[in-house]
């Protein structure tokens, strides 16, 4: 492909983990990427990074859980690099604690940051972004092997990505014979900034060291690991390509055996 034939990616939540590797990943496979997260220096900093490695990245300031934002920030992606290809739902928050004791505001906060933020990116990019008058596109969704099956202490983050697999296929059926696809990615654990933070919510839960969150969470993994956020991004990047055209409404788990289904 030529350098004219670029595509252009949207990645929500690219300033870390697996946002950001999937960044890398596309640009680096002749995407222009247009990158969005809510700290601005943030936001900055990576497209600086990116840009020095040679790549043609981009981004600016992004809430996913606000309209407004979410119309901007596709607008200003279509002015700086043209209609959109490829879109990554990948903006994501952990969240979840004792059922009984979830104030409304969490449950809302886990909801709207990754799930209703998959239905209005998804719509926008369609809409402003043009993708529905295209013949082909990639909707790519990140969402978990919890959305999946049950985790325990985390009922708004499992119902959050059960949405966003639900959203993916229904889409996926709806889209098919317009030549977009849309899937899901799901991954298990993975060593990023929210992996962290999930460890100390546990070790404080269970009144227990990070370490033995560590222990207990790779002793269930097949593969005895965390995956990486590159291993993430590299399922991604195949959605992405012309050789994934017939994958369409499936929910793709990158977890070293964790689920199994
Ligand atoms: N790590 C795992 O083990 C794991 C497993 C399964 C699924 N996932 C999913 O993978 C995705 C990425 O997770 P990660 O582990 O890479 O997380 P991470 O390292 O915490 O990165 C999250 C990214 O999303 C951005 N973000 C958060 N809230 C946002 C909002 N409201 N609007 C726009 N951007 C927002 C963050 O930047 P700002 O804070 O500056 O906005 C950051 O760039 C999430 O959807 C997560 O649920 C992760």
């Known amino acids: 492909m030529s350098q004219q034939d670029q595509r252009v990616?949207?990645?929500?939540?690219?300033?870390?983990?697996?946002?950001?590797?999937?960044?890398?990943?596309?640009?680096?496979?002749?995407?222009?990427?247009?990158?969005?997260?809510?700290?601005?220096?943030?936001?900055?900093?990576?497209?600086?990074?990116?840009?020095?490695?040679?790549?043609?990245?981009d981004g600016t300031t992004l809430d996913v859980r606000s309209a407004d934002s979410v119309h901007a920030f596709v607008q200003a992606a279509v002015d700086r690099f043209g209609t959109i290809d490829v879109l990554v739902n990948n903006a994501g928050r952990s969240g979840g604690g004792v059922t009984a004791d979830i104030d409304d505001e969490l449950w809302h906060d886990v909801i709207d940051t990754n799930l209703n933020s998959v239905f209005r990116m998804t719509r926008e990019v369609l809409n402003t972004g043009g993708m529905r008058h295209k013949n082909r596109g990639r909707i790519i969704n990140i969402a978990s092997t919890a959305g999946k099956q049950g985790v325990v202490l985390g009922a708004p983050y499992s119902a959050s990505k059960h949405g966003v697999v639900g959203f993916t296929k229904a889409l996926g059926n709806e889209l098919a014979p317009t030549g977009i696809t849309v899937n899901a990615v799901?991954?298990?654990?993975?060593?990023?900034?929210?992996?962290?933070?999930?460890?100390?919510?546990?070790?404080?839960?269970?009144?227990?060291?990070?370490d033995a969150i560590l222990q207990k969470f790779q002793s269930k993994i097949p593969l005895g690991r965390y995956s990486t956020p590159e291993e993430v991004a590299g399922l991604v990047g195949y959605l992405a390509s012309d050789t994934a055209a017939s994958i369409t409404s499936q929910a793709l788990n990158v977890c070293g055996g964790l689920g199994n289904f």
């Open 9 to 57: 990616a949207v990645i929500t939540g690219a300033t870390s983990g697996i946002g950001l590797a999937a960044a890398r990943l596309l640009a680096s496979q002749n995407h222009k990427v247009f990158i969005g997260a809510r700290n601005a220096d943030n936001v900055a900093a990576t497209v600086k990074e990116l840009q020095n490695e040679g790549l043609d990245v």
């Open 186 to 210: 799901c991954p298990g654990y993975v060593e990023t900034p929210m992996a962290q933070r999930v460890r100390q919510g546990y070790a404080s839960a269970y009144d227990t060291s990070e």
